[in-house]
């Protein structure tokens, strides 16, 4: 059974940093395309980086200049360095593989960030 897994989340002030993990598991094959995403209370879920099989990268305008998408494709992990952490950022972060056409998601890393 493929499973994603993130870790890291946790409590910082304003300014701080965090990286999450995201370790896939129950799979031989390498993901295609991993990603982060979060999710605010009350608001839709949002894409906040993604890594293509070839490394191409995308980040939210919101997150650019601050946090770092990358990967270890070896051990089909992908991290999130986050830097510079904003009151907004604040959410569950979700990481989510793409294998074979299908999606993966984890059960989600909480992120809090004090102002």
């Known amino acids: 059974q493929v499973q994603v897994v993130e870790s890291g989340g946790g409590l910082v002030q304003a300014g701080g940093s965090l990286r999450l993990s995201c370790a896939a598991s129950?799979?031989?094959?390498?993901?295609?395309?991993m990603g982060w995403y979060r999710q605010a209370p009350g608001k839709q879920r949002e894409l906040v980086a993604t890594?293509?099989?070839?490394?191409?990268?995308n980040y939210a305008d919101s997150v650019k200049g601050r946090f770092a998408i990358s990967r270890d494709i070896a051990k089909n992990t992908v991290y999130l360095q986050m830097n510079n952490l904003k009151p907004e950022d604040t959410a569950v972060y979700f990481c989510?593989?793409?294998?074979?056409?299908?999606?993966?998601w984890g059960q989600g890393t909480q992120v809090t960030v004090s102002s």
């Open positions: 129950g799979t031989i094959f390498s993901f295609n395309a």
């Open positions: 890594i293509a099989g070839g490394g191409k990268t």
């Open positions: 989510k593989g793409e294998l074979f056409g299908y999606d993966y």
